[in-house]
C-alpha cells in the first residue's frame, strides 16, 4: 500500500527519462515509450488523452484506466504484487518493481547509501605526516627578500620617528578621573535665567517630619491595634504615613529602615517623572464667604413659631385655601372630604364629604362674595359654605339664583350642573362637569372668572369659566406642553401659565403671548406671583425656588436652593414682603421678599425661618403653603393630615 | 466677515506643550537617554491647565512637556556626548568580538566623557538658588556614601559622595550653621542655615542595606553624578566663604596632635587622609590664619519703618542665636563604643564642644576614657559598671534633645537605664488649634525661664496623695448610699402601696420654673441666622466653604483624637503606678 500512495520515488531519475533500473520490464512491448516532455508537472496534462510525446513526436497515449474503487480494491486483495506496483508518470503504465529494486528502495528509506558494495569507513591516509623525512617536499631555495630589512617597513618607522622628533606624536596621559572644582559663581547673575522661563516650577521640597516619625515619640502618637489594622489594609497610596509609628526604649534598639532607599528613589522619580502645576492656594476666611444680610431680627414680623395644628383629616392634605376675611379656612384631603375651619379656633366647622379626591380647593377672593371651588374628580365645584355673616352668604346665593340662561344655547367645552337638591343642602351650588379630571382651579382678582387645569395632552388643558354668565371657554388654540399650573394677575389683565419647564404670559385682553420665562428648573411645581405683580416665584420639583423680576429679565433673577428635596407649593404674602415655599422634607422656609418701588434697586431676599412639624409620611413632608391674607402668618398642610399655623 | 477659518489646536495652549514621545523624535533620543538628559538638565513635565485643549480634543492620559524646554534640550552639547558615547560602546564591542587588544585599550583610553559644570551653572544662576535645592544633593550624597564598595553603583561615584559628604559636615562644624537634629525611626534629619537658607538632609543609620530589586539603581546614579557636580562646586564656595582651604586640610596643629596617638601601623597618609577629615576630630587650615581679633563686631543700621520693639526682638534673636552656637562650648565628650560615633561627634563639634572616643574605635581620637575632664559620657546601655566620679553617664537622646531646646536640659531624665522623656521632632511648629503634646508643652515654658517641672511633680504627688484619701472616702460613701437606698426603696414602697389603694388616674403636678438661658437663646439665634446666610451663598461659594470648614473640623477632630488618646494612656500608666504601689504597700 505504500507505493500506491507515494508513487514519486522511482522518479529520482525523471530528467533521463527512464533510469537504467527502471527500463521496462522483458514482458512489456518493445518499442521505445521514452516521454519527450522533460521535468515537468505531469498534471498539466491532466486534461488530454495523451501524456507525452515520443521520440517520434507521436502521442504517448495513457493507458485506458476504466477500473473503479471496487476494481482497485479486488486487485488490492487479489494481486500478490499489488504492494510493488507502481505507477510511472510519464508513461501512465503499471510498472512492477523488481527485488533489487524494492532492496534500493529499503535501503534509502533507511538512510542508507543507494550502492550495496560503498564502504563510507575507508581507513583514512594522511598526505603529510608528523615524521620527519629526510627529505624536503620541495627544494626552493629561500627568497633574498626574506633575510634582508624590509623598506616599507624602514619608511613607517622613520615616519613615526620624524614625527615623534617633532612632536608630533606625544605619549598617551593617564586620564585623571578626579573632577575639579573651582568657583562656579564667581560671576552670577542675578538677572540671568539662562534658558529657563517663567514657567519654571521649582520642586516642593520634602516634607519634614512630625513627632510620630520620632524614635520615641509621645503614647498618643503610636498607633491602636485597630488604626494599625486599618493602616494595613489601606492601599499605599491612600496611606496619609507611610510607615508605623514604632517606639523604641533607647538609640541603640533602633534598627534600620527598610524602605530607605526606595524613598529616596521615589522622591528622584517625583523629581523628573511627576507633572507640575502652580496651584494658587485659597486663602479665604470661611466667615467672609457668608454674604452680609440684614439680620432677620430687623425684618420682622414674620412667622417664628407654630401656634395652632388643625387635626380631622385621615389623609394627606393637598390644598388649602382661605377666606379673605382671614377668618375661615378650606382645606381638601384624600380622604375625600374637605373642611372648613375657624382659623382662630381650630375648630372644624364643617365637613363636606365630595366623594373624590380633592386636588385643589380656591376660595373666591371677593369679600362680598361667599364662595370655594373644589376640584373633585373631574368637575369642579362651586360651593357655598354658608359660614360667617347670614347677609353675605346669602346674597351669594341670590347672585347665583338670577342666573336667566341665554336664549340660545352655546357651545361650551363643560358642562354647567346645578346641584341637586341634596348637594343644595351641603352647600354645593354648580358643578361645572369637564371631560376630564381638573388638577387644578384658581380664580380671578374680581371674583367672577375662574381659571380650571385639566390634565390632559390636547389643547383643552386650560378653561376659563365665568360664574355669572356660567359660560366657559378655551383660550388656546394649540396645546404647549403640559400645564402645570395657571395663575390670573392680580391688577391687570395677564395670564401665567406654567408649563413643565416655561412660564408663559398671555395678555387676554390682546389675546396674544407676551413673554416667556425660563424657569432653568427641570419640572415647575408650583407657582406664584407678588401682590405688585412684577415679581413671580417658581417652585420647582428638582428643589429649586426661581425668583423672576419681569421687568429685568425672563431668567430667574436668582435660584434659591434652600430645600433639599422637592418643593410642592410656593406662596406670597398680600401685604408683607414674605414668601414662604414647603417642601417634601417637612420644612417651610420663609424668606424675606421686599420688592422697592425704584425700578434701580433690586429686590431683596433673604430667608428669615426654617419651620419644621410636619411628620415624614410615605416621603412627604409639606404639600401646601398659605399665607394669612392680613396677618403674617403662615399655614402648611402636610402629608401628615395636620394642617399648622406658625405665627 | 472675511478670512481664513481659524484651525482648532493651531494656536494657545495646544502649541506651548509637546508630548513625551514626540519631544524625543524631535531630540532623535532613545528613551533611556531621554531620561538622563531630563534628569541632568531638570526638565520635568508639566500639567497643562487645559489638558484636552492640550491633548488636542483626546482625554487620553498623557504626559506633557513644555515645547521650550525641548527646544533648550536641542543645543544642549551633551546630546552630541551621549550620541558619541553610543558609537564608542559599539566600536568596543566590535573590537571585542574580533579580539582585537590594542584597539579596545585605545578606544577605553579614549572613552568620550562629559562635564556637567555648565548645566549646573545653567540651573542654578546665583549660588542662593543652589542652596535652595541642596536637600536632595544631601540626602542622596549620604546615602550613596553607606553603599558597599561592591556591585550596585562605581567605586568612584561612592568614594566621590563619601568625600563631598564629609566636607560639607566639616563646613557645618567650622560654621556652625547646624539649627536642628532629630531622630526617626528612617534615620537622622539635620537641618542647618546656611548663608540664610535652611538646608535639611537624612542620613539613614549604619547598617549595611538590604538592597531592594524594584529601585532602578541607574536613574539614581544618574541623579548622584549631577548631585555630586553640584556639590563640589557648592562646597567650593562654602570653603572659600569661610577662608578654609579647599579641598580640605587638617589644621597644622592638630594634625602634629594626631600623628603620635595614630603612629605608622595604621595606614598610609594618603589614605588615612579622607579618614582623619571624617572622624570630625579637628579644625580645618585656613588660607589666612585667623586672628580672634578679625570677629569684628558687626555695625548694626535701623532698618525704616522698624519700631524699637521689632529691633529689640531682633537682637534678642540674635543674642540667642549665638547662645545657641555656643552650647556645648567648653564640655567635653567622650562617646562610648555603642553609641553612633559620627552623628553625635558632628552634633557635639558643631555647637563647640571636644569629643573623643576610644582609640580603637576611629581614628582621631584626641583624649583617652579616663581623662578626668571629661564632663559628660555618651553611653548607651542598661548600666555602666565602673563610673568616674566628676562626669554625667548619659543617653545619646540628651545631646539631640538639648540641641533642639536651645539648652542644655537637666541630666535626670536621661541617666542610663531610666525611662526616656518622648523625643519630639523639632520640625513642628504648632499653629493655634493643634494638638500640643504636653512635653513640648514643659520645654516651652522652660525655655521661657519656668520651671514647670518642679511643680508639677508636687502636684502629682500631691493629687495621688488627695487621690488615696478620695478612695477611702468614696469607700466609706458607698456604704452609706447603700443604707439610704434602701430605706428610698422602702419609703417608695410604702408610697406605692398607699397610692394603688387611692387609685386616681389625673394627677396634678407643680410646675416647674423654667429658666431661660439667655446666652444659650443667643447662642442658638446667631448660629440660626449663619445657617440662613449659608443657604444663600452662591453654589461655589458654598461648596468652597464647606470645603474649608470640612477641613476645620477634620483637623480639630484629630487634635480631639490625640489629646484623648494621651489622656487615656496617663491615667493607665497613673493607675498601673497606684497598683505597684498599693502591691508594695502590702
Not at chain 1, 440684614?294 to 413659631?305: C, E, G, N, S, W
Not at chain 2, 546656611?194 to 530589586?213: E, K, N, R, S
Given at each position: ?647 | ?219 539614581m546614579a544618574t541623579f548622584t553624578e549631577f548631585y555630586t557636580t553640584l556639590l563640589g562646586f557648592v562646597n567650593f564656595r562654602l570653603y572659600h566663604s569661610l577662608n578654609l582651604l579647599y579641598p580640605p586640610k587638617i589644621d597644622g596643629q592638630a594634625d602634629v596632635e594626631l600623628k603620635p596617638a595614630e603612629g605608622k601601623e595604621y595606614a598610609m597618609d594618603s589614605e588615612s587622609y579622607l579618614e ?173 525661664g519656668e520651671n514647670p517641672d518642679e511643680e508639677s511633680e508636687e502636684e502629682e504627688e500631691e493629687e495621688e496623695e488627695e487621690e488615696d484619701e478620695n478612695d477611702k472616702e468614696e469607700e466609706e460613701e458607698e456604704e452609706d448610699e447603700s443604707e439610704k437606698e434602701e430605706e428610698m426603696k422602702l419609703k417608695k414602697m410604702e408610697e406605692q402601696k398607699t397610692q394603688s389603694n387611692k387609685a386616681l ?75 505597684s504601689k498599693k502591691a508594695r504597700r502590702a
Amino acid at each position: 500500500s505504500f507505493f500506491t500512495t507515494s508513487p514519486r520515488h522511482p522518479g529520482v531519475h525523471l530528467l533521463e527519462t527512464v533510469s537504467p533500473a527502471l527500463t521496462p520490464l522483458p514482458s512489456a512491448p518493445l518499442q521505445d515509450i521514452r516521454n519527450t516532455v522533460g521535468n515537468i508537472p505531469m498534471e498539466w496534462y491532466q486534461d488530454f488523452p495523451h501524456i507525452g510525446y515520443n521520440l517520434e513526436g507521436k502521442k504517448i497515449y495513457k493507458p485506458i484506466r476504466n477500473k473503479d474503487e471496487l476494481d482497485m480494491f479486488l486487485e488490492k486483495m487479489e494481486n500478490p504484487d499489488y504492494w510493488r506496483t507502481v505507477q510511472d508518470k510519464m508513461t501512465g503504465a503499471d510498472i512492477k518493481l523488481t527485488d533489487e529494486q524494492v532492496d534500493l528502495v529499503h535501503r534509502l528509506q533507511k538512510g542508507q547509501f543507494g550502492d550495496v558494495h560503498f564502504n563510507p569507513y575507508e581507513p583514512a591516509v594522511d598526505f603529510f605526516t608528523h615524521e620527519v623525512m629526510i627529505h624536503p617536499v620541495t627544494n626552493r631555495p629561500a627568497d633574498k627578500r626574506s633575510f634582508i630589512p624590509s623598506l616599507i617597513e624602514k619608511e613607517k618607522v622613520s615616519k613615526l620617528v620624524h614625527a615623534i622628533k617633532m612632536g608630533w606624536i606625544k605619549p598617551r596621559k593617564p586620564k585623571d578621573d578626579t573632577p575639579t572644582y573651582y568657583d562656579l559663581w564667581a560671576h552670577e547673575d542675578p538677572n540671568s535665567i539662562l534658558g529657563r522661563h517663567k514657567m519654571h516650577v521649582p520642586a516642593p521640597k520634602m516634607k519634614l517630619p512630625g513627632h510620630e516619625e520620632s524614635y520615641n515619640p509621645p503614647p498618643e502618637y503610636l498607633l491602636s491595634e485597630e488604626e494599625k489594622l486599618a493602616w494595613e489594609q489601606q492601599e499605599p497610596a491612600e496611606r496619609k504615613l507611610n510607615f508605623v509609628p514604632q517606639q523604641y526604649r533607647c538609640l541603640r534598639a533602633v534598627p534600620a529602615y527598610s524602605r530607605f532607599i526606595h524613598e529616596r528613589f521615589e522622591r528622584c522619580l517625583d523629581l523628573y517623572l511627576c507633572p507640575r502645576q502652580r496651584k494658587m492656594r485659597v486663602n479665604v476666611d470661611p466667615e467672609d464667604l457668608i454674604p452680609k444680610l440684614p439680620k432677620p431680627r430687623d425684618l420682622q414680623p414674620f412667622p417664628t413659631t407654630q401656634a395652632l395644628v388643625y387635626r380631622g383629616h385621615t389623609s394627606l392634605v393637598r390644598c388649602l385655601s382661605i377666606s379673605p376675611s382671614g377668618q375661615w379656612l378650606v382645606s381638601g384631603s384624600d380622604d375625600c372630604t374637605v373642611r372648613f375651619w375657624e382659623v382662630c379656633t381650630a375648630r372644624c366647622m364643617k365637613t363636606l364629604p365630595v366623594g373624590g379626591v380633592v386636588k385643589s380647593v380656591a376660595w373666591n377672593p371677593n369679600p362680598t362674595i361667599c364662595l370655594v371651588a373644589i376640584c373633585v374628580d373631574q368637575s369642579v365645584l362651586l360651593v357655598n359654605p354658608c359660614l360667617g355673616d347670614k347677609l353675605l352668604y346669602g346674597a351669594t346665593d341670590q347672585l347665583l339664583e338670577s342666573y336667566v340662561a341665554p336664549e340660545e344655547e352655546r357651545v361650551q367645552p363643560v358642562q354647567w350642573v346645578t346641584a341637586t337638591m341634596e348637594e343644595h343642602s351641603k352647600g354645593v351650588r354648580l358643578v361645572v362637569q369637564h371631560s376630564k379630571a381638573v388638577k387644578q382651579v384658581t380664580w380671578h382678582g374680581k371674583g367672577d372668572y375662574f381659571a380650571s387645569v385639566v390634565s390632559d395632552n390636547s389643547n383643552m388643558q386650560v378653561l376659563i369659566h365665568q360664574t355669572s354668565k356660567r359660560w366657559s371657554q378655551n383660550p388656546f388654540r394649540k396645546s404647549k406642553g403640559l400645564v402645570q399650573c395657571v395663575l390670573f394677575h392680580p391688577i391687570r389683565p395677564y395670564f401665567f401659565v406654567a408649563t413643565q419647564r416655561y412660564v408663559r404670559v398671555y395678555n387676554l385682553l390682546k389675546q396674544e403671548l407676551t413673554k416667556k420665562l425660563m424657569t432653568n428648573c427641570k419640572w415647575v411645581s408650583s407657582m406664584a406671583i407678588h401682590p405688585g405683580g412684577d415679581n413671580i416665584i417658581c417652585g420647582s420639583y428638582d428643589s429649586k425656588l426661581a425668583w423672576f423680576d419681569l421687568d429685568l429679565s425672563t431668567r430667574p433673577y436668582q435660584l434659591l436652593r434652600h430645600h433639599k428635596k422637592a418643593l410642592r407649593s410656593v406662596a406670597f404674602h398680600k401685604h408683607y414682603p414674605l414668601f414662604a415655599s414647603g417642601s417634601d422634607d417637612g420644612t417651610v422656609i420663609v424668606c424675606h421678599g421686599m420688592v422697592y418701588n425704584d425700578l434701580l434697586q433690586n429686590p431683596l431676599l433673604v430667608p428669615v425661618k426654617v419651620l419644621k412639624g410636619h411628620a415624614m409620611t410615605l416621603d412627604l413632608g409639606v404639600l401646601d403653603v398659605l399665607f394669612h391674607p392680613t396677618q403674617p402668618w403662615v399655614f402648611s398642610s402636610g402629608a401628615d393630615g395636620t394642617i399648622r399655623l406658625y405665627t | 466677515m472675511g478670512g481664513l477659518e481659524k484651525k482648532k489646536y493651531e494656536r494657545g495652549s495646544a502649541t506651548n506643550y509637546i508630548t513625551r514621545n514626540r519631544a524625543r523624535k524631535k531630540l532623535q533620543l532613545s528613551l533611556p537617554d531621554f531620561r538622563r538628559l531630563c534628569i541632568l538638565k531638570g526638565i520635568y513635565p508639566h500639567e497643562p491647565k487645559h489638558k484636552k485643549k492640550v491633548n488636542k480634543g483626546s482625554t487620553a492620559a498623557r504626559t506633557f512637556y513644555l515645547l521650550k524646554d525641548i527646544k533648550f534640550l536641542l543645543h544642549e552639547p551633551i546630546v552630541n556626548k551621549f550620541r558619541e558615547y553610543k558609537v564608542f560602546v559599539r566600536k568596543l564591542r566590535k573590537a571585542y568580538g574580533k579580539s582585537e587588544w590594542s584597539t579596545v585599550d585605545r578606544l577605553k583610553d579614549n572613552k568620550p566623557s562629559y562635564k556637567l559644570d555648565h548645566i549646573v551653572k545653567e540651573r542654578y544662576p546665583t549660588f542662593v538658588d543652589a542652596l535652595r535645592d541642596l536637600d536632595d544633593a544631601l540626602s542622596m550624597c549620604f546615602l550613596f556614601s553607606t553603599f558597599p564598595r561592591t556591585g550596585k553603583c562605581h567605586v568612584q561615584t561612592i568614594q566621590l559622595c563619601r568625600r563631598l559628604a564629609v566636607e560639607f559636615l566639616n563646613y557645618i562644624i567650622a560654621s556652625r550653621s547646624l539649627r536642628k537634629v532629630f531622630l526617626s525611626i528612617k534615620g537622622i534629619y539635620y537641618q542647618a542655615e546656611v548663608l540664610g537658607q535652611p538646608v535639611t538632609w537624612i542620613t539613614p543609620y549604619t547598617f549595611a542595606h538590604d538592597h531592594p530589586t524594584d529601585v532602578d539603581y541607574r536613574v539614581m546614579a544618574t541623579f548622584t553624578e549631577f548631585y555630586t557636580t553640584l556639590l563640589g562646586f557648592v562646597n567650593f564656595r562654602l570653603y572659600h566663604s569661610l577662608n578654609l582651604l579647599y579641598p580640605p586640610k587638617i589644621d597644622g596643629q592638630a594634625d602634629v596632635e594626631l600623628k603620635p596617638a595614630e603612629g605608622k601601623e595604621y595606614a598610609m597618609d594618603s589614605e588615612s587622609y579622607l579618614e582623619k577629615l571624617s572622624a570630625l576630630s579637628a579644625s580645618l587650615a585656613r588660607v589666612v590664619a585667623p586672628t580672634h581679633e578679625d570677629e569684628v563686631e558687626m555695625d548694626e543700621f535701623p532698618v525704616e519703618g522698624e519700631t524699637a520693639e521689632q529691633m529689640d526682638a531682633r537682637k534678642k534673636e540674635q543674642e540667642a542665636l549665638e547662645k545657641h552656637k555656643k552650647l556645648f562650648e567648653g564640655l567635653r565628650f567622650f562617646l562610648n563604643r555603642e553609641v553612633p560615633r559620627e552623628p553625635l561627634a558632628f552634633i557635639i563639634r558643631c555647637f563647640g564642644g571636644q569629643v573623643s572616643w576610644d582609640k580603637s574605635l576611629c581614628i582621631g581620637a584626641t583624649y583617652d576614657v579616663s581623662d578626668p575632664s571629661i564632663t559628660h559620657q555618651i553611653v548607651d546601655r542598661p548600666r555602666v559598671e565602673q563610673q568616674v566620679v566628676g562626669r554625667y553617664y548619659l543617653q545619646p537622646q540628651w545631646v539631640f534633645d538639648s540641641v533642639n531646646a536651645k539648652l542644655c536640659l537637666p541630666v535626670v531624665d536621661y541617666f542610663p537605664g531610666v525611662l526616656l522623656p518622648p523625643h519630639l521632632s523639632p520640625f513642628v511648629t504648632e499653629q493655634e488649634g493643634d494638638y500640643v503634646p504636653p512635653e513640648k508643652l514643659k520645654l516651652l515654658a522652660m525655655q521661657r525661664g519656668e520651671n514647670p517641672d518642679e511643680e508639677s511633680e508636687e502636684e502629682e504627688e500631691e493629687e495621688e496623695e488627695e487621690e488615696d484619701e478620695n478612695d477611702k472616702e468614696e469607700e466609706e460613701e458607698e456604704e452609706d448610699e447603700s443604707e439610704k437606698e434602701e430605706e428610698m426603696k422602702l419609703k417608695k414602697m410604702e408610697e406605692q402601696k398607699t397610692q394603688s389603694n387611692k387609685a386616681l388616674p389625673v394627677k396634678v403636678t407643680a410646675g416647674k420654673l423654667r429658666l431661660e438661658d439667655k446666652q444659650r437663646l443667643e447662642q442658638e439665634q446667631q448660629s440660626e441666622e449663619k445657617r440662613l446666610a449659608i443657604m444663600m451663598m452662591k453654589k461655589r461659594e458654598k461648596y468652597l466653604y464647606k470645603k474649608i470648614m470640612f477641613g476645620k473640623k477634620r483637623k480639630v477632630r484629630e487634635a480631639n483624637k490625640l489629646a484623648a488618646k494621651r489622656k487615656a494612656h496617663d491615667t493607665a500608666v497613673k493607675e498601673e503606678k497606684k497598683k505597684s504601689k498599693k502591691a508594695r504597700r502590702a
